[in-house]
């Protein structure tokens, strides 16, 4: 066992100063961190706009509240299986530690992300995303999926947000965002699950904040008027909003949304349907209740008969059973109908029930629907797939009143420091003790007796509500009362209230909190009459049905219902009204918040964790505003100084001996050698490493984060080592592959020369012998040939030699296909001999869209196809394979012929911009009615290329092509795009040498 000692000073940058405040990028480095030091390096950090801090592992981000630039491509390119000291700290490098511990590992990951509200914890989540994408390499599919993410920010914000006192834009629920990845690393999928949506805001807000976006953005719709709808403070669950601040931007907000729904995938009928739902629940909030004479009389509807009209018409329900649901609670009991009028507090308790239910069951089915759209292909989903999640969840909540949801809130972030405490230090105290290695210096602070208290069975804070929510009779006051029975005096974490105020204090982690119970039973009740569930069911607006005849799974969340059940699901619903006569207790939002809590608890604990610790500098979100007490507090409630601690002195990496030495063993063995895993070869590679402070288990390697980083480096030493070799052997390899195959070269240039200079030499001898001959002739004839010059012969231009060639291809391989030409040898309307790609664009110029023609290229052996568009012309390669089949480049479909290949794309189209084959282009007519016709040169000698107009070849070619409509499953089939041909004189010329033909 080796002596404990502190980590090393960590490498800085060439410009650092370590011993100057900011300086020191890990503030777990320094020997004297305490609370006031920790703030001090935050606040120099902050001012010179380093926002990034590493304390150990855990990455702290301070909110700067205006644009940095910390976000360029190159930027990002630095951190990519990097050093952790070699470049600042940034969220950058935090998703680069989890995808290539991914990556080596094959574990999960998950990052964790913290921090109160509007402390930036979205948009670090957005940021990490981005950069987990990039380092991926998916290319098209991975930068497909991360607009995808983009795309569904907007709509989760505009149904999952609201302006709360902390912040403008505050995340009212938690979300879960797991990235999915093949073996090969790339991306293939995400998914997101949603936590703890705040629904008691639909129907009351605290005073200064506002309901969620989406009921604002709602009186920006055109179809605003024929819902009902007017100004926002007209309805009781959007009055705390003041009407002219967003009323002028609502128009404007709700067509950004639009775009962003039809961008993610939603139907025209879907939105529809979600705006008449979301009208309904604003009408909901105006029906009130007035009993005839005293509180124990029945409750009577006191709004106008057009309320509960308009509100059964935007649910496309009966407005006598609405009405009737809504003021009266039928139960079966012993096969006898029980008819009970609400009272006027239990109408309203139904009221605000209905219309959290409705917006929580679409919130789930947005979620849903969005899962639909990130979801990995099947093929994806059959194979193994790993995974990098992270979390985004509402920090811990201290206000002036705290209810039911921010206990909520804090006993998650109770849960979560849990959480820290286990993957940093509580496992490593057990793994210590199985290991037999001496921990017994080491302590600290476990919360794990508060969340007992919150959530032991059978008494427990949750427990014990669950309870009173089940009584009838049962009240705020005595649940309170029960409280103080069972923990007053008893535990040192609960504080009953002096007076009768159903009021108590809880000791969290991080601070006292005093909390008010009014409305807990109620709000953990949340319960929801069969009838209207019926009600809802039997709807004519299908969402309303859909969501209403999905089941609702143990965490709260929606369990989406397919299309195709429906119908059985309906079936059911005349018996779902009988339920009311089973006593079978319903399912409470505690119960849903304790259960979803576990299993999110339960996900990250399989997983490799990394922290992001958000921290917001100011409470008026200003920048270059730091508030030192403001931070304090946050820093001490994140619990900074604690993990601090717990990284200095616990030991978070620990491989057992294989894993050790798979990974760094070469540090001291040859690569080739045969070494064993055990605890003697571990320890002489830690000390062939040189470091210090490590310790040695029965099984496994003990190492502090810091070593990690350490022993990483060394090996890049040797992987250096090694890229330098294969540069110097490939180098080697090709060099004398470059002379290989110059000598090669130039022994056929010699052949080649030897080739022509023998040809020359026998040209010439056969020349002199003609010549000779000839002259002989003539001396026997008595006629001697005139003195002079001879007339030299003219010497063709490339392009005409080419032109040749092309022209002879055509006639020796295109004509005997009949390629162009219609049964009885006539060239059909489209087809144009060797004309330019100016030429064709001038014949196309005046006519419609999707006329075409098809021409002989000038410069290679094959047709090129043109064809008119709105505003120009686009051109495309008509290729050959090697079987001598047609295609247009960069298109799968592959026909045996030319015209084969045309007609089909008369009837289908050739792209994703729908463009398609109409109408063929025929040749041009002059003044006299006669076509010009421009393939004169491909014709048989003594044929003439003119003729009437009348007779034009379309005529020949028999009647035109029919076009069939496409469905769109066979436009979503095809996987590419034609590749556009370039300018002719950009394209190589054909291999025809002069004086030779094309083979």
């Known amino acids: 066992q080796t002596k404990m000692a502190a980590p090393p000073p960590r490498p800085v940058k060439s410009a650092a100063k370590p011993w100057l405040k900011g300086q020191t990028d890990d503030l777990a480095s320094l020997a004297n961190l305490d609370e006031a030091v920790l703030l001090e390096e935050l606040r120099v950090r902050y001012d010179e706009d380093k926002i990034y801090t590493y304390v150990g592992d855990i990455l702290v981000a301070v909110n700067p509240f205006r644009s940095i630039p910390l976000y360029s491509v190159e930027l990002q390119q630095q951190y990519n299986d990097s050093v952790k000291s070699a470049a600042a700290p940034h969220i950058y490098a935090i998703a680069d530690q989890a995808y290539h511990s991914m990556v080596r590992t094959n574990r999960p990951q998950v990052a964790v992300i913290s921090g109160e509200s509007g402390a930036g914890k979205t948009e670090s989540a957005k940021y990490m995303v981005k950069q987990i994408i990039t380092l991926c390499h998916s290319g098209a ?368 982690y991080a601070g006292s909190v005093g909390y008010t119970a009014h409305g807990f039973l109620e709000k953990n009740r949340d319960t929801l009459p069969v009838d209207l569930v019926s009600l809802c069911q039997g709807s004519k607006n299908s969402l309303v049905a859909d969501i209403f005849l999905a089941e609702i799974t143990a965490t709260g969340s929606m369990a989406q219902v397919e299309r195709d059940a429906r119908g059985k699901l309906a079936e059911q619903v005349k018996s779902m009204k009988d339920m009311s006569m089973s006593h079978k207790r319903a399912t409470t939002v505690g119960s849903h918040f304790t259960h979803s809590l576990r299993i999110l608890v339960d996900k990250m604990l399989q997983c490799n964790a990394h922290f992001v610790r958000c921290i917001k500098p100011n409470t008026t979100q200003s920048a270059k505003n730091f508030v030192p007490d403001f931070v304090q507090a946050q820093l001490r409630y994140t619990g900074m100084l604690e993990t601090t601690r717990i990284r200095r002195e616990g030991y978070s990496y620990r491989p057992p001996f294989a894993d050790f030495m798979e990974r760094f063993g070469l540090l001291a063995f040859s690569p080739t050698a045969k070494i064993a895993p055990s605890q003697a070869t571990c320890e002489k590679v830690m000390k062939a490493s040189g470091l210090q402070g490590w310790l040695m288990g029965k099984t496994k390697v003990f190492l502090k984060y810091w070593h990690v980083e350490q022993l990483d480096k060394q090996l890049r030493v040797f992987q250096s080592n090694a890229v330098a070799m294969q540069q110097i052997c490939r180098g080697f390899l090709a060099r004398r592959q470059k002379k290989k195959i110059l000598a090669e ?215 035109p092509p029919v076009f069939r409509d496409r469905k769109p499953s066979d436009l979503a089939a095809k996987g590419s795009r034609p590749v556009p041909v370039p300018e002719d004189d950009d394209l190589p010329p054909p291999p025809v040498a002069r004086g030779l033909k094309p083979k």
């Open 141 to 508: 599919e991975g930068a497909a999926l991360e607009r995808k993410i983009i795309q569904v920010n907007p709509v989760l914000e505009a149904f999952g947000n609201a302006q709360t006192l902390m912040n403008n834009n505050s995340s009212r629920f938690g979300k879960f965002t797991q990235l999915l990845f093949n073996s090969r690393g790339s991306v293939v999928g995400a998914e997101i699950s949603e936590y703890l949506l705040e629904k008691s805001r639909v129907v009351g807000q605290s005073k200064g904040e506002c309901n969620f976006h989406i009921f604002y953005y709602l009186f920006g719709s055109p179809d605003a008027a024929a819902m009902g709808l007017s100004r926002p403070d007209a309805f009781p669950y959007t009055a705390n909003e003041d009407p002219q601040q967003r009323q002028a931007r609502a128009v404007g907000l709700f067509k950004e949304l639009t775009l962003a729904l039809n961008d993610v995938g939603f139907s025209g009928d879907e939105q529809r349907n979600m705006a008449a739902l979301l009208a309904a629940v604003l009408h909901l909030g105006i029906i009130n209740y007035d009993a005839v004479y005293s509180d124990n009389d029945p409750a009577q509807m006191s709004c106008p008969a057009s309320v509960p009209a308009k509100i059964a018409e935007l649910l496309r329900v009966e407005v006598g059973e609405l009405k009737q649901a809504m003021t009266i609670n039928i139960t079966m009991t012993r096969g006898e109908v029980i008819r009970r009028p609400y009272l006027v507090h239990q109408a309203v308790e139904v009221r605000d029930a209905f219309a959290k239910a409705l917006y929580g069951r679409l919130f789930g089915w947005i979620v849903s629907q969005i899962n639909k759209l990130l979801a990995p292909s099947m093929n994806d989903k059959q194979a193994s797939l790993h995974s990098i999640s992270i979390l985004d969840i509402f920090g811990f909540e201290h206000f002036q009143k705290n209810g039911f949801e921010q206990m909520c809130i804090n006993v998650a972030n109770e849960q979560l420091q849990s959480f820290f405490n286990q993957h940093i230090f509580k496992t490593e105290l057990e793994e210590y003790k199985k290991e037999g290695i001496d921990a017994t210096k080491i302590s600290f602070t476990d919360n794990q007796p508060l969340l007992d208290l919150f959530l032991g069975k059978p008494i427990g804070l949750f427990a014990l509500l669950d309870e009173e929510s089940h009584f009838p009779k049962g009240t705020d006051a005595s649940l309170v009362a029960k409280y103080k029975k069972e923990f007053g005096g008893k535990n040192p974490s609960f504080t009953p209230a002096r007076t009768d105020d159903p009021v108590f204090t809880i000791a969290h």
């Open 745 to 959: 070269q130039q022994q056929h240039v010699r052949a080649s020369q030897d080739f022509f200079a023998g040809l020359l030499r026998n040209t010439k001898t056969i020349l002199a012998r003609l010549q000779a001959s000839a002259l002989q002739d003539t001396k026997r004839k008595g006629v001697f040939p005139k003195s002079g010059p001879t007339e030299a012969r003219p010497v063709k231009s490339e392009a005409e030699l080419k032109r040749e060639a092309s022209i002879m291809w055509w006639k020796e391989k295109e004509a005997t296909r009949c390629a162009g030409m219609d049964l009885r040898g006539n060239f059909l309307p489209w087809f144009h001999g060797l004309i330019s790609r100016k030429d064709s664009e001038r014949l196309l110029a005046p006519r419609h869209p999707g006329c075409f023609l098809v021409r002989v290229s000038e410069n290679r052996f094959g047709y090129t196809l043109s064809y008119r568009i709105a505003d120009r012309c686009r051109h495309y390669i008509v290729e050959q394979d090697t079987k001598g089949r047609y295609a247009l480049v960069g298109v799968d479909k592959v026909c045996n012929s030319l015209n084969e290949l045309i007609e089909w794309f008369q009837r289908n189209r050739i792209n994703d911009d729908g463009d398609m084959l109409r109408e063929p282009c025929g040749q041009e007519v002059n003044d006299n009615g006669e076509e010009q016709c421009d393939y004169g040169e491909l014709l048989p000698a003594g044929q003439s290329g003119a003729r009437r107009a009348s007779a034009s070849p379309a005529a020949a070619a028999g009647p």
